[in-house]
């Protein structure tokens, strides 16, 4: 009788170890699989408003440098800032489709650009990847993006008649929130804000998410619009600009 409960607990136990082999086989193995980028979509100086653009301006050995633009009422007597200020502007950031959201002209004010930035090259991704993007709406989809406050809200006024709107248009979380929220998606919704690094980090905080199945797709990157010229005034004060607008690496 004993050697039967014997060999019984010793088949169980057998049994028992193989399956938390198989397990643990299946968690290892989810840690090294690689992670499909399905879809970009993109918007950077010198006119790239795609992937293909950005390939074609790196090709071409173009130059995106240019002047301040003119719509964002710069005071061009500020430290760092003139008519031979030089950088890595992106041109008609004003613009936006709010309708296309469900925003109103109102809000669509109080927004950051960055946050409609975000809305339009998310929308553009995921039809890219052959998403409708209304589509993903209760899906387990994580937006994780790199970027911070521009100081937008400080250009609105009273008179933009913007009241309640302000809040949600200038929070840094809002950066991911607002993604989440305009498409319905149930997954996580993260803002990362570590200076340069902001987009790697989010890359990386997306392909964890990714391979511990918090979410089965995740839209990944980054943003970053100079709203105000504080940037160019600080760097200025503490001699980090460069003369010519060229970045030097280490230096």
Known sequence: MNEDKLRDYLKWTTADL???????REV???AREPIAIVAMGCRFPGGVRSADDLWRLVADG??????VPADRGWDLTLPGVGNDTLGGFMSDVADFDAGLFGISPREALAMDPQQRLLLEVVWESLERAGIA???AKGEKVGVFMGGSPSRYDMLLTADDGVEGYVLTGSAGSALSGRVSYALGLEGPAVTVDTACSSSLVALHLACQALRLAECGLALAGGV???STPGAFVEFERQGGLAGDGRCKAFS
């Open 18 to 24: 193989h399956e938390t082999r198989k397990r643990l």
């Open 28 to 30: 290892e193995g989810a």
């Open 62 to 67: 173009a130059d995106a440098m240019t002047p």
């Open 133 to 135: 993007p209304m589509s």
């Open 224 to 226: 970053t619009v100079m």
